[in-house]
Each structure stands twice: as structure tokens, then as C-alpha cells.
């Protein structure tokens, strides 16, 4: 008994102390000072309250940014499971690679070149157009990412270089991975390497810097809050222009042209990826915002999550309907895509549509997002998983209802938009569709043409038959 009391004596002390008229004090509750010392406390909690608000708000807006860009990289999964349910499954292996290394290769290259092309610290190649890499390779990166290493853009509330990175090539590598699905079954998995590190090293930073890096689409008043255009139309016509060049899988086609259905193994798998994909799309958007710290940033976010949510809401209702009116049944892999349709077409103005506004924009993605894979079956382009239609045609609706829906301030960038905001906003998100989509598709048929003229491209026929897991990797993903 005298060793329990012995013990319990420090606990029964700090109670004592803590109750009422309890003495012990924090840094926060010292005792009152003498008399003269008085007068001078108030200053001196005026001068440092600043700083701890800026301490705040810099430790809970990086935070935010880094939970964010958790879940964007976590997008990775939900597009790998999903291409894998909506493709045969001797296949499944060579996808969940392909997107494995979508974030390896991506994530490396993008920290070495893509990153600082992008945003760049010196001066631009050719203003407004190219931006420029380091001198040092990522050195101004590497430097703030020094252990001990200190900023004055912390007492500021400024998001730290390394977080910055870590949401940005979050972003490279959903742009990259997109084109995945349009080229599965039958893609070589070394062509695919170079194409991934192809687009994250060039492409997607070209295109990310006339917006986001302040270049010329941005100058002329272009807006793309969070990539409808810049990511998903990066990647949908990047995958558009692979699906033409590889052709169709072996008996996707009969020798009329009409399409043979070749559905996916696992239509679990691919809802359960359609799921993981809306939860990341919440940090995709949301953290487009940049910061949450403040009244104002925090509305702005949660207006930013229920338009991404009533949006994909939207889109996977009329999709549903649409394909049901067309086929007389519902058609499940049609409302998925219809989801991701509507979460593709807010993403450009998700900030800055009403409620209402945002459930019109998913609902016309849903029905667009229909329309687009059955114009592919028609023109024989076979995309397994919908990428083109989701990404790239869907990416297109959601830059032109930026001229649509809203009443954004972004308005008055340019002298056109300022005399006449309808036409003049309508004229610059047009510019830039045309620019990216032309960029992405032209660059990216060119370097596929490249490896198909150097027979690098596709799988053979006996490989493809075999499927990829067993010819390409020497796997399969499910015991036999």
C-alpha cells in the first residue's frame, strides 16, 4: 500500500495545483507582475500578437496544403484501380506499373526540370512562353529544404517552397497519368516510360506556366482555377493522340467498323476508383484555394467542396439517364464516367459558380461525357476507360462555362474583357483550349509517331493475346 501511495503522491499533487486557487502556472497564466512592470505588459502582448497570428496562419495554410496534396497524390490509386476494373484482367499488372511509375518518374523529373520550367526564378527563355530551368537544377528547392534552414516567409503566413513543390507535382503526376487508361492492353511498357517522363519534364510544365507560372494565356485574362484545362485536358489529348497512333485492341472492332463490347473484369474495382478519385478531387480543388486561414479562405473553400460535390453529383445523375434513354438500361461504367465527368468540368471555376450554377455544369458534363465516347466508337478510336471524353472534351466544357456561369473579378484582365465581358472572357478561354489542347495533342502525336516509326510503341499481337502482365512483366495479378 505504501508503494501505490508513494506513487500516486506526484499525480495527487498536480491535481491539487491545478484545482480551485491552485498555484502552478504556465507560460501563459503567470502570476500578475509588481506595480511598475504593470504598464508595460500591454505593449508588449500588442507587439507579439502579430507574430503569433502569422505563426498560425503559416503552420494551419501549409498544413492544409500538405493534406491536400496527400490526396491528390492519392488519386494515383483511384485512377489505377479504376483502368484496371475497366480492362481485362490479364492486363492489371502492366496498369498498376504504368501508374506506379507515373508517380516515381514523374515525381523525380518533375523535381529536376519540370518544376522550375514551370514556375521559373530567372528569366524566361522567350517571355511569356517558355519558362526557364534553374541554372542550379532545382537548387532554390534543395536549398529550402536544407534541415534547420529558416525563411522569413514564415512570419509572413507565405507557404514554404516545399510544400508548394509537393502539391504541384501532385498535380504533374495526375496529368500524366490520365493518359494511362487510353492506352492500355496494348502500349509497351518502356514507351510508356518515355512518355511519362516526356510530360512531366516538358509538356505539362509548358502548359502549366502560360497559366499558372504568369505566362501569356494568364496575361490575356485566360482562367483556370484548378486544371479543367491546364491538367485534364493536358492529359486527355495527350491520350487522344496515343489511342489514334496504337490503334484499337485486337478485336475491339468487327470487319464493318461496329464496336464488340470488351468489358472490364472488375466493375467493383472501377466504382471503388471513381470513389477514391472524388475524395482526391475535394484536395484537387479545394486546394486550389491555397490557404484556409481566415474567414474568407475558409468559405471560399467550402463553397470550392459542395460545388465539387453537387457538380459530380450531377454529372453520374444524367449520365445515368442519358445512357438508359440511348441503351434501355442503365449503364454503371457510363455514370462513373459521368462522375468524373462533372468533377473535370467544375474544377475550372469551382470558386466561382453558385451552388446551382455548379449542378448545371456537372449535369451538361454528364451528358457531354456520353455523347463523346460513343463519337469515338463511331470514329474507330478506341479508348478503353473514356480518358479522351472524361478529361479532354469535358476539360473543354468546364474552360467555356467560365464564360458562362459566375461573376469572377478575373473579368477585367484585359481591355476586351473590361468593354465587353461575355465576348472578351469567352474569346481568352477559347485561345487557351485551343492552345492547350493543340499543344498537348501535336507534341505528344509527334513523339508517339517517333516510337512507332522505330517499332517501339506497340505490344505484338501474340503479346497482347498473352496480355501484358505475363509478356511485358513475367506476372499476373490474381493466383490462378
Known amino acids: 500500500m505504501t508503494w501505490r501511495l508513494t506513487a500516486l503522491a506526484p499525480l495527487l499533487a498536480v491535481l491539487l495545483l491545478l484545482g480551485p486557487g491552485g498555484n502552478l502556472a504556465f507560460a501563459q497564466d503567470e502570476p500578475a507582475p509588481v506595480a511598475e512592470e504593470t504598464a508595460a505588459e500591454p ?22 496544403l500538405f493534406v ?23 492486363h492489371t499488372v502492366n496498369i498498376l506499373f504504368k501508374n506506379t511509375l507515373d508517380m516515381a518518374v514523374g515525381g523525380l523529373i518533375y523535381f529536376v526540370i519540370g518544376y522550375h520550367l514551370m514556375y521559373p526564378s530567372g528569366t524566361p527563355l522567350v517571355e511569356n512562353y517558355v519558362g526557364s530551368i534553374n541554372p542550379a537544377i532545382a537548387g532554390t528547392l534543395t536549398e529550402s529544404g536544407t534541415p534547420g534552414a529558416t525563411t522569413d516567409d514564415a512570419v509572413a503566413g507565405a507557404l514554404t517552397d516545399q510544400v508548394d513543390f509537393f502539391y504541384q507535382v501532385a498535380f504533374a503526376a495526375t496529368a500524366a497519368t490520365i493518359v494511362s487508361g487510353a492506352v492500355a492492353g496494348r502500349m509497351k511498357f518502356g514507351a510508356y516510360m518515355i512518355y511519362s517522363a516526356f510530360i512531366s519534364a516538358l509538356i505539362y510544365p509548358t502548359i502549366g506556366y502560360w497559366k499558372w507560372g504568369l505566362g501569356w494565356l494568364h496575361q490575356m485574362g485566360f482562367y483556370d482555377f484548378a486544371g479543367s484545362g491546364v491538367v485534364h485536358m493536358t492529359g486527355g489529348f495527350a491520350g487522344l493522340a496515343g489511342a489514334i497512333l496504337l490503334g484499337p485492341r485486337i478485336g475491339r472492332y468487327n470487319s464493318s467498323g461496329k464496336p464488340i463490347s470488351m468489358p472490364g473484369h472488375s466493375l467493383p474495382l472501377a466504382t471503388l476508383g471513381v470513389f477514391i478519385l472524388m475524395i482526391g478531387w475535394f484536395g484537387f480543388n479545394g486546394g486550389s484555394q491555397l490557404k484556409v486561414y481566415g474567414a474568407a479562405n475558409t468559405h471560399a473553400v467550402m463553397l470550392i467542396a459542395v460545388n465539387t460535390l453537387l457538380a459530380a453529383c450531377a454529372g453520374g445523375v444524367i449520365s445515368t439517364f442519358v445512357s438508359w434513354l440511348l441503351f434501355s438500361k442503365p449503364d454503371l461504367s457510363m455514370a462513373l464516367n459521368g462522375v468524373l465527368g462533372g468533377l473535370v468540368g467544375i474544377t475550372a471555376n469551382c470558386d466561382g459558380v453558385s451552388n446551382l450554377s455548379a449542378i448545371v455544369i456537372g449535369a451538361v458534363a454528364g451528358a457531354v461525357v456520353v455523347g463523346a465516347i460513343i463519337m469515338l466508337d463511331k470514329l474507330r478510336i478506341d479508348d478503353p476507360v473514356g480518358a479522351f471524353p472524361v478529361h479532354g472534351v469535358c476539360g473543354m466544357w468546364g474552360l467555356i462555362a467560365c464564360s458562362l456561369f459566375g461573376s469572377k473579378t478575373y473579368w477585367g484582365h484585359v481591355d476586351a474583357v473590361e468593354t465587353n465581358p461575355v465576348f472578351g472572357n469567352i474569346t481568352a478561354q477559347l485561345t487557351g483550349l485551343v492552345a492547350i489542347g493543340g499543344f498537348a495533342f501535336v507534341s505528344m502525336f509527334a513523339l508517339f509517331a517517333l516510337l512507332k516509326a522505330v517499332g517501339f510503341l506497340r505490344v505484338s499481337p501474340e503479346e497482347e493475346e498473352k496480355g501484358l502482365d505475363i509478356s511485358e512483366h513475367g506476372m499476373s495479378a490474381y493466383a490462378a
Open 43 to 64: 505593449a508588449a502582448e500588442e507587439a507579439e500578437a502579430p507574430v503569433e497570428i502569422n505563426e498560425a496562419a503559416f503552420a494551419i495554410d501549409n498544413f492544409y
Open 68 to 90: 491536400c496534396a496527400a490526396l491528390v497524390l492519392f488519386m494515383q490509386a483511384g485512377f489505377a484501380i479504376l483502368e484496371a476494373g475497366l480492362n481485362s484482367s490479364k
